[in-house]
Nanobody
Framework: QVQLVESGGDSVQAGGSLRLSCAAS??????IGWFRQAAGKEREGVAA????????VYATSVKGRFTISRDNAKNTVYLQMNSLKPEDTAMYYC??????????????????WGQGTQVSVSS
């Protein structure tokens, strides 16, 4: 079973940057996704990356500001978040899937989830 541990969440001002990390215990997955859930809202996909790193996808709301990357030697996936906005405030989760690269931002395609890390952006 894949275990995922997120870190890097913090409170920042609008315009600031954060880098989230997702450390995975195993490598038996085809993709890792980052999701977020704001208070009172549904969990939404933010970005995803394939196991080899050759495929990435971003939600429209974060494209151009967030970058997903991975270090396979460390079994770690990163989410670099720049130009943060108050609407980015949410609990951020990483998730692992062994499904094909079909709907990489579909949360129902992911079986393993981390516990989340909080990102708060103030105006």
């Amino acid at each position: 079973q894949v275990q995922l541990v997120e870190s890097g969440g913090d409170s920042v001002q609008a315009g600031g940057s954060l880098r989230l990390s997702c450390a995975a215990s195993e490598y038996y997955y085809t993709r890792i996704g980052w999701f977020r859930q704001a208070a009172g809202k549904e969990r939404e996909g933010v970005a995803a990356i394939s196991s080899g790193g050759g495929l990435t996808v971003y939600a429209t709301s974060v494209k151009g500001r967030f970058t997903i990357s991975r270090d396979n030697a460390k079994n770690t996936v990163y989410l670099q978040m720049n130009s943060l906005k108050p609407e980015d405030t949410a609990m951020y989760y990483c998730a692992a899937s062994s499904s094909a690269w079909n709907q990489p931002l579909n949360r129902y395609d992911y079986r393993y989830w981390g516990q989340g890390t909080q990102v708060s952006v103030s105006s």
